[in-house]
């Protein structure tokens, strides 16, 4: 059983705040649920306090990503388990608005995540404008020690490993979706992209639209993709983070270790293999460079 369930939120540093804040409210349709003493501001897709935080600093990065524990499991149980597998973990309550508590994993393979049982839920609803994504739905993350997160989450937090790119690229899900997290084996660090799901593949023709008239052009997409299947395009916000819309994602059956049968899939069952690494390049050479020299 996976210790936790979803990724519930993703926090961003940015040198331009005002800017990043108008993309997610007017673009994405986000709402602004709370802004900190910091100036972070914390916005909802739907339902959670917030999925989206934007704290102002001279770096933009992606500071941290939060996951909420599986039904069942403490934060003082999941920071004993951490312990047990040599990883150091810190409890800290009334770290963020929305949250009462969070166990915080700092700097593994140069990223911070977070863990969280609870988080309000002012359910502000979905904007009727922008995009207004059904949810966030993973991230990936690209690191040297590709292979040290891939055991943090497979062997301490319980993911399934759901498909391949030869060793560069691997897809890992803690629930029904085909992956939650991607993580990428390449030399840099740094998220390589965070991921909206959307309602459905008409849905991607109108946020094509939304994003034209907003002059954020599109680096790749709407298209279908191998791995996952997801019906998928990208594009960057202004702070030069990958941002991919989606629709269509695989549904893993993990007492199966398959997905759920569709007419575009290469196999029935599909299962979680490797896929041939010539599709991934010609992929991220969309975004002008190669993962596997990255």
Known sequence: MSKVFRLGYTEFTSAQVGAALGYYTNVMGARLVEQGPDGTHYLSLGLDHHNIALRPSAAPANALNGFQVSQGITLVALAQH???????????????????????????????????????????????????????G???????????????????????????FDDIVTFLTCNHD????????????????????????????????????ANVPLRWGPARHT?????????????????????????????????????????????????PLAELNAWSASFAFDLATA
């Not at 990428?184 to 034209?212: M, N, W």
């Open 82 to 136: 951490f312990t047990r597998h040599g990883i150091v973990s810190e409890y800290q309550s009334d770290a963020r608005p929305g949250v009462p508590a969070v166990l915080l994993v700092r700097d593994l393979a140069g990223f911070n995540f977070e863990f969280f049982a609870e988080m309000a839920m002012p359910a502000p609803g979905f904007a009727q404008h922008g995009i207004a994504p059904n949810r966030l």
């Open 138 to 164: 993973h991230v990936a993350l690209m690191s040297p020690e590709g292979k040290k997160l891939e055991k943090f989450f497979t062997d301490v937090l319980g993911f399934h490993l759901t498909d391949w």
């Open 178 to 213: 085909h992956h939650v997290v991607n993580l990428v084996t390449v030399p840099a660090t740094k998220l390589h992209h965070i991921a909206f799901e959307l309602r459905g593949c008409a849905h991607q023709y109108e946020a094509s639209d939304r994003l034209t008239k």
């Open 227 to 275: 791995a996952g299947h997801n019906y998928a395009s990208y594009h960057y916000d202004p702070n030069q983070t990958l941002v991919e819309l989606y629709a269509d994602l695989d549904v893993y059956l993990p007492d199966l270790n398959c997905f759920e049968p569709r007419p575009w899939h290469e196999q029935l069952p599909q299962r979680p293999r490797v896929w």
